[in-house]
């Protein structure tokens, strides 16, 4: 199995849209076989679940994301565990031994478009606030 992990440092980034970079361990027999750690391809609707899938990602572990990336996630089959925070290092480890349990979101989605190699301007960041009340 490959996991994607949303990568700040040498820590769990809280959103993943906006990681500096992905970790992908390929994990087979309980054992990892090899950490690569990639940059940001750019935030632009569903191309970070895009890259992810290109890359043989099964399973992505974040601080959070919104409803509209898990959906994208999820055509793809990759698995979302979210509410996990820490270093990667002990991310690993709980992997390993079973321990790791996701929960509820810890991000706020919408805030920002992160980082990347492209910050590519898309028809959603026009509509973001459109349908929402700010005071």
Partial sequence: MKIAISTEGDEVCPHF???PQFSLITIEN?????????PNPGHSVGSIPQFLNSQG????????????????FAQYGIDVIMGVSGKITNV???ILDGTLEGG?????PGAGKGFGVEKIH????????KNHNHE
């Fill in 92 to 94: 690993i480890e709980r």
């Fill in 104 to 108: 509820e979101s810890i991000c706020n």
């Fill in 57 to 72: 990602a099964t399973s992505i572990i974040t601080g959070g994301m919104g409803q509209r990336a898990i959906q994208f």
């Fill in 122 to 129: 898309t028809e959603a960041d026009d509509e973001y606030g």
């Fill in 30 to 38: 309980n054992k990892v076989l090899e950490k690569e750690v990639l």
């Fill in 17 to 19: 849209g906006r990681a």
